[in-house]
Every structure is written in C-alpha cells, then in structure tokens.
C-alpha cells in the first residue's frame, strides 16, 4: 500500500535543516506571488507613506520647534514612521492566514514548521526593504540630502531595518494573541499617536517637559535621532540621556523588543496546537 | 501496512478545553479503504477530535494512532500520510488554483517539476483545468471547496480527514464534492468524515459512529443503526386533518403525529400484517387514508432517537 501512498512525500523530511531552508523560501514565494496578482494594493501600500511624507512637508508645513530645514529633518523621520507601521502589515496578514485556516493546512503537512513565521518576515523585510527605498527616492526628489560617507549611509538603513524586524515580531505576537480583524483596526488606528509620540514630525522641545520626556524616550525617537545623525540631517536637539544615546537605544529597543516579542510568537505558534 | 490493518486507532482519548470536556473517552477503529461518517450535534467533539487525528491539535489522555504511527510521538510522519480538508477553505485567495497547489505540492517536498505535474493532474481530476490561473478569490464555493479538496490529495495520502466538507455549500456545490469524495473511494484512500448531515453520512459512509458529549454513543452501518433503532415505520397520510388523535389512538407501537403533513406514523414489525391490519382499523373506524406508505427509518430519526436527552 504504501507503494501507492504517500510515495511521493520525503517521509518525516520537514525537520532536516536543508527543508528549513527550502520551506521558508516557498513561503516567501507565496508572498512574492500574492504581491504580483495584488499590483495596486502593493502600490497604494508603497505611495501612502510617500503621500503622508508630502503632506507634512508641503501642507502641513509643521516643524513645531525644529531649528534648520524642516524637510531635512522631515524625511529621516518619516523613514522611521513607515518602518515601524509595518507592523500593521504584518499584523494584517498573520490574522488572515489564522482566520482563514490556511495555517492549519500548513500545520498539517510535513514541511520545516519554522518556515511560516521565517517566510513570513523574509517576505515582510523584503517589502519594507522596497518602501524605504521608494521614499528614500521621494526623499531625495524633494531636496532631501544626506551628508555622510555611504557607511553611515548604510549604517542608518541598518537602523531602519532593524527597527522594521522588531516591529515584524511586534505584529506576529499580537497577530497570534487577538487574532481578529477588528483588533487589527483598532492597532491601525493607536499607530498613530504612538507615532507622533515621537519626535518623527515635531521635536520634543515645542513640547511640555512631561510629553518631551515621553516622546524622547520612544523607541521610534531612538531611530530617528541615531538616522539623522548617521545622515548629518538636523536633529531634535536636546541633552536628556536618551536624546544624547540615540544611537544606543535605537540598537537596544529593538533587540530588546525582538527578545521579548520573537519568543512570545514562537511559543503562541506552537500553542496553536494545546 | 496491510489492508486489514485499521487505518485510524483511537482509544480513550479526552481533551478538556478549560471547563469543557471537548472529548471524554472516544474509541474508534476505522478499517483501511473504508469511509468513515462520524454524526454528531454542535459541540459533540467532532472538530476536536479530528484536530487531533490529524496532528493540529495534541491528545491530553489516550492512544491516537493514523496509518499505523502514534500522532503524539512522530506527528511528521503523520503528516506525509494524511490529508486533511478542514471547515474553512484553507487555500489562499489572491493566487490561482495551480500556484496554490504547486506551493503546497513543494511543502511536501515534491519538488518543482513534480508539484508542477501534479497540480496540473488535481486540476483536471477536479474539472478545474480551465480556471486554474484564475484568482481563488473568484472561484465558486463548490470550486473553492474542491480546490481544497485537491490540496488535501497533493501527497496521495493514505487517510483522508474531511471536517463537515459541505457545510455552507448550495446543493449542486454538494453534490460536486460528494461525487468528488465518491471517485476516491475505490482508490484505497481511507476517509473519514464528520458531518451535521446525515443524508451526507448515508450517501457516503460505510460506517457511522454517533458522537455524543465526546464519546461515541453508537456505530455500525447506516443500515444497522437504523434496525437498531426500532426497525420499520408506517405512515398514514390522512384526508381530514381533523381525524389525525382518532387515527393515532388506533395504531399500535410508537406513534407520532405530523399535523402539518396530515401524518400519523407508527413503529412496525411484520410489514404486511401491519399494512392489513392498518387499513382494517381505519376502514372500520370510517378515517379516509390519502396515503398510506412502509419505509425504513430515516437517520434523522436515528439521531434523534440517540441524541434525544439533549431536548429535555
């Protein structure tokens, strides 16, 4: 019988390291192939950050107590705001594939259990490795220069991205905890003010002391300080301790989220099956 | 394995989902090759019970065992043999049909040419060659429904879980998957099959257990559950409903009267006397019978009968 049956599967195969790799490559794929049926949500999803970038620095005009060109100071923090609503795409898409059972179908089946999660932020970096080169484009368009060599260059991409992996595993956890789409709404919408609780837009020093403190101390502040600075754009100012450690915190929260969030998520995955 | 080997072993199996006790000492043996119904109401255990079987979800207590292989200890091997159809359309809606396929033929380790072949083979079995590239998103539910179907065949598995397969589907989606599920038995495929639906279970099952608070409250053939249950029935279909307590005070057995339809039904035994003598007693009484038919009891009426302490 099992000559006709299952002949076709490598038995027992999906905890060989070389399926890890193969999985979650197939899993990336899967998204890959999702984005080139969906062009026009991947382009409205890639051209609203660049709309909100315009906005603020055309319409809105703000810079609430940013000494220096506003726009300079504008797009590095507007580079960090997109990274870190990536969660709300990733949240997204986690809820949909629990709700529609498409994970118990992976569950089910031999492959390397790992590669939905891995497929998934592969896949989510890939995406956001694409948005922050739109915008660092539309960036560039508005007048926006860097002034450092390309290591800085590079080294506040790294910062961006580092930011964007924290926020991936952010997103898988509260996927997995609420698992409905109404959660996922209401995320979208406390996005913002934890955003422009940070000094992404305005600097803390048009602030009361208490809201300055609490914006200096988010973890998107940390990112955007540490990219102005790798970037020589004009930054927020200020001599608290978290607005002189920028660079330090923009590589410690993110570790730590992702010591804290990539755990949570792993062990919610493998809970689905309590 | 062998072919008298059972396919699916499972024995005392409990699982308790904070205060409810979600399965409460199953015992089921399903024969190789065989299709196996398993009828219960909302809530009986029959989702968590095939999560277990089909490695999703893990036993608490009690011996679980598909194909021959313990799901506790060596679930990947499971996995390879089994396909499991469960009650979402677990398939992704933005691709097509074939990319679907080809991804889960590459999770089971196919490889690419191989996935490629057999997507291509499961959409001309399934009648969906033609739409194949088309969005999933746009198929119709009895297409989505047998895409997944196909998906759940991707590695030729030796046991087959379909949880309530058509449930949310109009009659002709049903009737699709029902000839779909009918073409792979005959294949060697084991299937088992829960359903709220019981003509679904006696249209396609060999054998039917009846889960009842987690535990199995009968099994056997749909044809011995029915004998079980009290045998025969006659109904008596009246032209004046008005006569319906005279005529019901005259049959023997258990009777049951059906105002809307005009019916008086009984339990019988021997057919033909039952016949004589009923239309003897109506006569005599001078009741005018419409119609007057014997049948076997339906399996609603068997499921009924078995499950009926959940009414009171």
């Known amino acids: ?274 | 394995m062998a072919d008298h080997d059972p396919a699916i072993v499972v024995e005392g199996l409990r699982k308790r989902y904070g205060d409810k006790q979600a399965l409460d000492g199953l015992d089921l043996t399903v024969r190789a090759g065989t299709v196996q119904g398993i009828l219960g109401p909302n809530g009986a255990g029959k989702t968590t019970a095939v999560r277990i079987m089909s490695t999703l979800l893990r036993p608490e207590e009690g011996r679980v065992e598909v194909a021959g292989i313990d799901v506790r200890t060596r679930a990947d091997e499971v996995r390879s043999r089994i396909g499991l159809l469960g009650q979402n359309a677990a398939v992704d809606e933005e691709l097509g049909g074939r990319q679907n396929l080809e991804m889960f033929g590459r999770l089971h380790h196919l490889g690419a040419r191989r996935a490629r072949t057999r997507a291509d083979e499961l959409l001309a079995r399934f009648g969906l060659a033609d739409t194949g590239d088309k969005a999933v998103g746009r198929y119709s539910g009895g297409m989505r429904r047998r895409l997944d179907l196909a998906a759940s065949l991707i590695s030729r598995p030796q046991v087959l879980f379909l949880d309530e397969p058509t449930t949310g589907l109009d009659p002709r989606g049903r009737a699709e998957v029902w000839n779909a599920v009918r073409s792979l038995v005959g294949g060697g495929t084991t299937v088992l099959l829960t359903t709220q639906y019981l003509e679904e279970a006696d249209q396609l099952a060999d054998r039917i257990a009846v889960i009842n608070h987690g535990r199995v409250v009968a099994e056997g053939t749909p044809d011995e559950l029915k004998s079980e249950t009290g045998g025969d029935r006659i109904d008596v279909v009246l032209r004046d409903a008005g006569r319906l307590a005279h005529a019901a005070s005259l049959l023997p057995g258990d009777v049951v009267v059906d105002e809307d339809r005009r019916m008086v039904g009984a339990t019988i035994t021997d057919r033909m006397a039952a016949l004589t003598e009923t239309v003897r007693v109506l006569e005599a009484a001078g009741i005018e019978a419409e119609d007057i038919v014997m049948r076997r009891p339906t399996l609603d009426e068997v499921f009924m009968h078995l499950t009926k302490e959940d009414a009171v």
Do not use: C
């Not at chain 1, 490559?25 to 950050?49: C, I, K, S």
């Not at chain 1, 600075?229 to 660079?247: C, I, K, Q, R």
């Not at chain 1, 804290?260 to 493998?270: E, T, Y």
């Open chain 1, 1 to 274: 019988m099992s000559a006709i049956h299952g002949a076709g599967t490598a038995h027992g195969a999906g905890s060989k390291p070389i399926w890890a790799v193969v999985d979650s490559w197939t899993m990336t794929r899967r998204e890959l192939a999702r984005w080139a049926r969906q062009p026009v949500q991947v382009v409205v999803g890639l051209v609203f950050p660049v709309m909100m970038l315009l906005m603020f620095g055309y319409l809105i005009g703000g810079g609430q107590g940013v000494a220096g060109d506003f726009r300079a100071y504008l797009v590095p923090g507007m580079l960090t705001m997109t990274m870190a609503f990536g969660l709300e795409a990733t949240m997204l898409a986690v809820t949909q594939d629990l709700g529609k059972g498409v994970i118990d179908r992976f569950r089910s089946m031999p492959m390397n259990s790992g590669a939905v999660l891995v497929g998934r932020s592969i896949a989510d970096m890939l995406q956001s490795a694409v948005g922050l080169t739109v915008m660092i484009a539309v960036g560039y368009a508005i007048g926006w220069r860097t002034h450092e060599g390309f290591a800085s260059f590079l080294g506040a991409v790294g910062l961006l991205l580092l930011l964007r992996f924290a926020m991936l595993w952010v997103g898988i956890h509260l996927a997995m905890v609420a698992g409905r789409p109404e959660l996922v709404q209401a995320v979208q919408i406390l996005v913002w003010p934890v955003g422009f609780l940070s000094n992404a837009i305005a600097s803390p020093a048009s602030m009361p002391a208490w809201l300055g403190a609490i914006v200096e101390w988010n973890p998107m502040s940390a990112t955007a300080t540490a990219v102005r600075d790798l970037f020589d754009n004009p930054g927020a100012g200020g001599d608290s301790w978290a607005a002189t450690h920028a660079e330090l915190l923009a590589v410690a929260w993110p570790l730590a989220l992702i010591a804290v969030f990539a755990p949570l998520a792993v062990k919610r995955f493998r809970d689905l099956s309590r």
